[in-house]
């Protein structure tokens, strides 16, 4: 069945935003990338050029042993930088694999994959939090 996670960016006051990158690891054994892989609910993505998504396999270094992990990616910029106001960027959507549990879902640990920055280009001074999802049947 279909889930879908949202992702949140609080901020203090109104920013306008340039860039946003983000990588974010899954269990492959437990969740597949729906299609369409995000479900985009912030404006700015719809008024200005479209981000980039995709689900791949690649090479984390962040474990100790260098493993290949599945993540889905999202990259989008503006010259725009249009205002962020707070709350819901985007909703990551997946499919379950018809196992029960709970299955993490963490951000990378190279700082490049997950990046948000200001109409600047300047690198906004973000706090990613890792979740997850619970399956139930």
Excluded at 98 to 104: A, E, F, I, M, S
């Amino acid at each position: 069945s279909l889930v879908e996670v949202p992702i949140v960016f609080n901020v203090n006051s109104p920013v306008n935003l340039g860039a946003i990158s983000l990588k974010i690891v899954y269990n492959p054994t437990l969740l597949s990338c729906a299609t369409p892989r995000i479900s985009y609910t912030w404006s700015g993505f719809t008024s200005n050029p479209s981000p980039v998504d995709n689900c791949s396999t690649f090479r984390d270094p962040c474990s100790g042993n260098v493993q290949n992990v599945q993540a889905i990616a999202v990259a989008w910029s503006s010259v725009d930088g249009p205002s962020f106001v707070g709350g819901e960027l985007l909703k990551l959507r997946f499919n379950t694999l018809g196992t029960t549990g709970l299955t993490p879902l963490t951000v990378t640990c190279i700082p490049e994959d997950n990046e948000i920055a200001n109409q600047s280009a300047t690198r906004l001074n973000v706090t990613f939090v890792n979740g997850s999802v619970n399956i139930t049947q």
